[in-house]
Nanobody, 125 residues
Framework: QVQLVESGGGLVQPGGSLRLSCAAS????????VGWFRQAPGKERVGVSS????????TYADSVKGRFTISRDNGRNIVSLQMDSVTPVDAGIYSC??????????????????WGQGTQVAVSS
């Protein structure tokens, strides 16, 4: 059974940094594409970043390019999202996801079918 657990959320000041982690059990994340998604209150879930299986190609939403970095720690079976220069627009519930199916649009949440419970990110001074 695949289980994803996010951690690292919290309150951060504008311009600050936060590091989110997605830990997996029941599956090796090194063999799957993993995505990070954000859902703000009253808004749809949107793709933030993804890292592809095997070759580790990184994809970023335009709004986070140059500020967020996704990485994979195969030894710990974790995918992390380093968030720098955070702005209020980055606030929301961040969830990681994966799938055993081939992904065509890595930032499309509809392509993923295994999700974590999410971790809250709040941005405020």
């Amino acid at each position: 059974q695949v289980q994803l657990v996010e951690s690292g959320g919290g309150l951060v000041q504008p311009g600050g940094s936060l590091r989110l982690s997605c830990a997996a059990s029941g599956v090796s994340l090194s063999t799957l594409t993993v995505g990070w998604f954000r859902q703000a209150p009253g808004k749809e879930r949107v793709g933030v970043s993804s890292i592809s299986s095997y070759d580790g190609i990184q994809t970023y939403a335009d709004s986070v390019k140059g500020r967020f970095t996704i990485s994979r720690d195969n030894g710990r079976n974790i995918v992390s999202l380093q968030m720098d220069s955070v702005t209020p627009v980055d606030a929301g519930i961040y969830s990681c996801a994966t799938t055993f199916w081939q992904i065509m649009e890595p930032l499309n949440p509809g392509e993923y079918d295994h999700w974590g419970q999410g971790t809250q990110v709040a941005v405020s001074s």
